[in-house]
C-alpha cells in the first residue's frame, strides 16, 4: 500500500540554526500539509500546498517557516532559526485528487532544539 | 470559531468492553475524520464521513449533522486498541481541525 515518508525520523538542532524536514508524498496525491504537535498537545495546522504554491496557512507558519517541492517529489518545509518552541513532532499528510477527502500521514519528524 | 471537541479525554476499560468516544464541533463541517495516533507517534486515518455512519471490522463511527456530533465506537475491544483517538474536521477548506484526542488503555 502507498505510504507517506518522512525523513529524518528525529532531529536535535541547536537554535538559531535552520533545519529542512523532508516528505515523499503518496506519487498521485496533489494536495500537500505540515502539521505539528507539541508533546501533549493537540496536533495543529500549519501549512496547506497544492498546486506548487500554499494555499493556506495557519498564524504559526511565520517569516521563519517556508515549504516548497524542490523537484517534484519531495516536499520540504524549512525553518529558518529555530526557536525551542519549536520542538515538536512535524507530520507531511497527502490528499489525492480532492480536498476533503482521507488525508494519509507520514510517520512525523521528532525536532528537538537545545 | 472552528472548534472540535472531545470527551472523554482519558478512558480505562477492561478487554472486551464495548467503547465509546465522542466529539462535537462547533458549525458545520464538510467531513469529519477519525484518526488514531499509536504511542510511537505516528496518525493512521479511520474513518472519513460526512453523513451516516460507517464500519470497519470492530470500530463503528457515526455522525449526526443536526446534533454537530460524532461517536466511534469500538465492539469487543482489546488492547492492542490502546491508543490515542483523535477526532479531526474540515471546516468547508482542505485543512484538518484537531480535537485534543482521547487516550484508551484496554486492561487485559
Known amino acids: 500500500e502507498p505510504e507517506v515518508t518522512q525523513t529524518p525520523s528525529h532531529q536535535v538542532t541547536q537554535m538559531g540554526q535552520e533545519v529542512i524536514l523532508r516528505c515523499v508524498p503518496i506519487?498521485?496525491?496533489?494536495?500537500f500539509y505540515w502539521y505539528r504537535q507539541i508533546l501533549g498537545q493537540k496536533v495543529e495546522f500549519l501549512v496547506s500546498?497544492?498546486?506548487?504554491?500554499?494555499?493556506?496557512k495557519s498564524e504559526i507558519f511565520d517569516d521563519q517557516f517556508s515549504v516548497e517541492r524542490p523537484d517534484g517529489s519531495n516536499f520540504t518545509l524549512k525553518i529558518r532559526s529555530t526557536k525551542l518552541e519549536d520542538s515538536a513532532m512535524y507530520f507531511c499528510?497527502?490528499?489525492?485528487?480532492?480536498?476533503?477527502?482521507?488525508?494519509?500521514f507520514g510517520p512525523g519528524t521528532r525536532l528537538t532544539v537545545l | 470559531k472552528n472548534e472540535v471537541e472531545q470527551s472523554p479525554q482519558n478512558l480505562t476499560a477492561q478487554e472486551g468492553e464495548f467503547i465509546t468516544i465522542n466529539c462535537s464541533y462547533s458549525?458545520?463541517?464538510?467531513?469529519l475524520h477519525w484518526l488514531q495516533q499509536h504511542p510511537g507517534g505516528g496518525i493512521v486515518s479511520l474513518f472519513m464521513?460526512?453523513?451516516g455512519k460507517k464500519k470497519h471490522g470492530r470500530l463503528i463511527a457515526t455522525i449526526n449533522i443536526q446534533e454537530k456530533h460524532s461517536s466511534l465506537h469500538i465492539t469487543a475491544s482489546h488492547p492492542r486498541d490502546s491508543a490515542v483517538y483523535i477526532c479531526a474536521a474540515n471546516f468547508g477548506n482542505e485543512k484538518l481541525t484537531f480535537g485534543t484526542g482521547t487516550r484508551l488503555t484496554i486492561i487485559p
Open positions: 499528510a497527502t490528499t489525492g485528487l480532492a480536498v476533503n477527502n482521507e488525508q494519509f
Open positions: 500546498f497544492y498546486n506548487n504554491e500554499i494555499s493556506e
Open positions: 458549525v458545520g463541517i464538510s467531513a
Open positions: 506519487s498521485n496525491h496533489l494536495y
Open positions: 464521513l460526512s453523513s
